[in-house]
């Protein structure tokens, strides 16, 4: 059994939390985000830190999920997100548009993706980083993006996560003695 929600968050400085009945508003120097509250969640701030507490034994998985989901935006307020995506694969190329990510990567046409609010691109050779203060936000533009060339396990090509390891399959032997 897991003890994630009993441990406290510490709020680095600069960082603050405004409690209400259904959300905590986290403020710090990147941003703002919003946190749900759940029914029978207690969250206090002491000394520094953020403790979540519950009512009763009937929220234990909530207590944990409301702890992760505050950890998350009290770092990306504070620090930020990033998600580097790298191409791999002759003639794909990635660049920036003004705001927007032109990817060139075999098709007839070039693909363009606009990021939503709270979404930066950055392009560096063959690295595409997208970057906010949204988690969830920033891992999901990073799956759209890869979705458009996922690599595939013959030869590599395609967009991967800078942390993915590509499982490569033997192609056609052919046959022997010809």
Same mark, same amino acid.
């Given at each position: 059994m897991s003890r994630i929600g009993k441990q406290p968050i510490i709020l680095p400085s600069g960082t603050t939390l405004q409690i209400n009945e259904r959300n905590i508003i986290v403020q710090g120097s990147k941003g703002t985000l919003e946190v749900p509250l759940l029914t029978g969640i207690i969250v206090k701030v002491e000394e520094g830190q953020?403790?979540?507490?519950?009512?009763?034994d009937s929220v234990r998985a909530a207590?944990?999920?409301i702890r992760s989901l505050l950890s998350n935006a009290?770092?990306? +307020?504070? #620090?930020?997100w990033t998600k580097d995506l790298? @191409?791999?694969g002759v003639g794909m190329r990635a660049a920036l548009s003004g705001s927007n990510l032109a990817l060139s990567?075999?098709?007839?046409?070039?693909?363009?993706?606009?990021?939503?609010?709270?979404i930066s691109f950055a392009?560096?050779?063959? +690295?595409? #980083?997208?970057?906010?203060?949204?988690?969830? @936000?920033?891992?999901?533009?990073?799956?759209?993006i890869r979705k458009w060339r996922k690599p595939e396990p013959y030869k590599g090509k395609?967009?991967?996560?800078?942390?993915?390891q590509v499982r490569r399959k033997a192609?056609?032997?052919?046959k022997a003695g010809k």
């Open positions: 953020a403790i979540i507490e519950r009512a009763d207590q944990g999920l009290i770092l990306g +307020v504070s #620090t930020g790298e @191409l791999h990567l075999g098709f007839s046409h070039p693909v363009t993706v606009t990021p939503p609010q709270g392009v560096t050779k063959n +690295v595409i #980083t997208v970057s906010g203060i949204d988690k969830q @936000l920033v891992g999901e533009v990073s799956a759209q395609g967009i991967r996560y800078s942390t993915e192609g056609k032997t052919g």
